[in-house]
């Protein structure tokens, strides 16, 4: 999914005339990590629920145990799966060391683990939002562990 919000920041944030390129996350890898771990669909879905979203392993067995009432909305099932794409390379780039978010040459953001591997989470998330498989937790374990 193209987030166009990270259009409008990649301006603020691209080279000057006559700048060498380079990445957007390379010159701002914290403004870029902080408006990605927004998320404030999916937080406020979570709190509605009674789940805290701290940014924590636990908070994504949390969100994997809610009752999935979006599925009946198909104007809210995509941007929730959004964010809780976002919210998991969130978690996964606090919480795995040496993995940072990567914004593809689609504008496509991802989550690059230290291996190289790059994690489609948006992807991931809107999996999960529509048929609850990966499990955000299940996921996060099979990338803490590369």
């Not at 957007?24 to 403004?31: C, I, N």
């Not at 040459?105 to 230290?114: C, E, F, I, K, Y």
């Not at 994690?119 to 809107?126: C, I, L, W």
Request: glycine share 8%; net charge negative.
């Amino acid at each position: 999914m193209n987030i166009p919000f990270l259009d409008s920041w990649r301006k603020r944030h691209a080279p000057g005339p006559g700048a060498a390129p380079s990445s957007a996350v390379d010159r701002d890898p914290e403004g870029l990590a902080e408006l990605l771990s927004e998320c404030e669909l999916l937080r406020a879905h979570a709190q509605s629920a009674g789940v805290a979203l701290d940014d924590s392993p636990a908070s994504l067995e949390a969100l994997d145990q809610l009752q999935p009432r979006w599925r009946d909305d198909p104007e809210l099932l995509p941007w929730l799966g959004n964010d809780a794409g976002l919210y998991l390379g969130t978690v996964v780039i606090r919480t795995v060391r040496d993995a940072g978010w990567w914004i593809r040459s689609d504008g496509q953001p991802v989550v690059r683990l230290a291996n190289g591997r790059e994690v489609d989470v948006v992807e991931a998330g809107q999996a999960w939002a529509a048929d609850g498989a990966p499990e955000l937790s299940q996921l996060y374990a099979e990338l803490a562990e590369s």
